[in-house]
């Protein structure tokens, strides 16, 4: 009798909800391309942003680029703990929980309040330290204070709007997050020469109008979720009744959330370091690495929008009890980021010379550059395996599990080996690190996707 109950409340689940139901390629298909579309967009407003930011000459846009490490945290932060919560709530809307959920919603964002005051309050007592130690220019310091204390002061729009994007995504509405990411977006764009040159009669405010219509930007996308909120029913409630505090449900949303929010920003702690022992060997390999990142940030922004929707799926699939279909998920998303993969595989290997003319580079940048992207671009394909796997168990709530996919990919193997390889085969020896490691945490990732009962079966 209880094993009947039990399966009828996962059919009266699922039968309501495409996640349960559709088929799932085309269902990861319709999730991911909205996620894709969005990050084109986000690209688009960074360099629309520092193209206006440039006219005010180098000292700005130096200015604006010291406070990125700063702005990275709270994207890491507000992009970790959105994903954390997305991932519970679609775990137990699969499993027939609409209360837990409801909870889930209400109570991650009363945290992320919480976590508003708490940059608020850091972005007063960190910013003329943190930035005093990489600047002695007074104008360059003077600026990137201006810019470095709104943007942290007043983060409570970006931290609530990844919330609530990440809330809407769990829920399977990626539609609803890329028009409201491209309203804020927009509203940043038209904004930005108004207010930094002082256009229509408003006020020059040089740097700080950069850092106004960033924050404006924000918040006019958070009101716009707030909007969608109250019109109507989205999937769940969120209501001050569901914030009580729940040890559990803060546990099961940090459990994600905390990982996810390290694995964010190890990237930035890996460029730091590597950019540190390359520039002990020539100048010329900083811009190296510089512009392969830029290669790897366009080759894995599709990739990234496949992890993203497939994500929802995973998770509500696996709250319902429904390997067979967490299974197929996950097939599909491997097929389709191992193409994607395999095309930065063969740009980066076998045409890295009209890769670089497109930057411009100089005859020494060529020099230095072609060798480094045939090695470092073989790390494309392996890194099918761990970026999929990363994110599956995010959806599982298996947030250990995926940060030590990525610490394998992005830290504990390359830092390390390119150190003592720089010192025996030079640049190369840091250029190789990179498919050593994705091959390394592509194994461990099917042990573990094994033990998870994901694959083998």
């Avoid at 992009?79 to 027939?96: E, N, R, W």
């Avoid at 512009?291 to 994500?311: H, W």
Wanted: aromatic content about 8%; proline content about 4%.
């Amino acid at each position: 009798m209880e094993k009947t109950q039990k399966v009828q409340r996962k059919s009266n689940t699922m039968g309501d909800n495409p996640m349960g139901q559709k088929p799932v390629l085309p269902l990861l298909i319709s999730m991911s391309i909205p996620v894709v579309l969005s990050m084109l967009i986000q690209s688009l407003y960074n360099i629309v942003d520092s193209i206006w930011v440039t006219r005010l000459g180098t000292d700005a846009l130096t200015a604006v680029s010291l406070a990125f490490p700063l702005q990275n945290i709270v994207m890491s932060a507000g992009v970790g703990m959105g994903i954390g919560i997305g991932s519970v709530i679609s775990m137990s809307l699969g499993a027939g929980r609409r209360k837990d959920a409801d909870e889930a919603a209400s109570v991650g964002i009363a945290l992320v309040v919480i976590h508003c005051l708490i940059f608020a309050v850091a972005g007063l007592l960190i910013t003329k330290p943190f930035l005093s130690m990489f600047t002695d220019d007074p104008l360059t310091y003077e600026w990137a204070c201006d810019y470095t204390y709104i943007v942290l002061c007043l983060s409570f729009g970006e931290l609530l709007q990844m919330c609530l994007e990440k809330i809407f995504q769990g829920l399977g509405r990626m539609k609803t997050t890329m028009f409201l990411m491209a309203s804020g977006c927009i509203i940043n764009i038209v904004l930005d020469p108004v207010l930094i040159f002082g256009w229509f009669g408003f006020p020059a405010m040089g740097v700080k109008g950069a850092a106004v219509a960033t924050v404006v930007g924000q918040i006019a996308a958070f009101l716009l979720y707030i909007v969608i909120c109250l019109r109507g029913n989205i999937g769940v409630t969120i209501h001050p009744r569901y914030m009580k505090p729940d040890m559990q449900v803060v546990k099961n949303i940090y459990s994600i959330g905390i990982p996810s929010s390290l694995m964010l920003a190890m990237p930035s702690i890996m460029v730091g370091v590597l950019n540190g022992i390359l520039s002990q060997l020539d100048k010329v390999y900083v811009a190296v690495f510089g512009l392969y990142f830029k290669l790897q940030t366009f080759i894995n922004m599709p990739s990234n929008g496949v992890v993203q929707g497939m994500r929802p799926i995973i998770s509500f699939n696996y709250g319902a009890g429904d390997m067979k279909r967490v299974r197929e998920t996950v097939s599909h998303s491997m097929k389709i980021v191992a193409v994607i993969m395999l095309l930065g595989t063969v740009a980066a290997v076998g045409f890295p010379e009209i890769i670089l003319k497109a930057f411009n580079a100089d005859s020494k940048l060529m020099e230095y550059g072609i060798p480094a992207f045939r090695i470092i671009g073989l790390s494309f394909m392996f890194s099918t395996i761990g970026i999929v796997s990363a994110g599956v168990f995010e959806a599982m709530g298996k947030g250990k599990d995926s940060l030590l996919i990525s610490m394998l990919r992005q830290f504990v193997v390359i830092l390390p080996l390119g150190w003592i390889l720089s010192g025996l085969m030079g640049a190369a020896g840091i250029w190789i690190t990179f498919p050593i490691a994705e091959a390394v945490a592509a194994v461990a990732a099917v042990v573990m996707l094994k033990r998870a009962g994901v694959l083998g079966h």
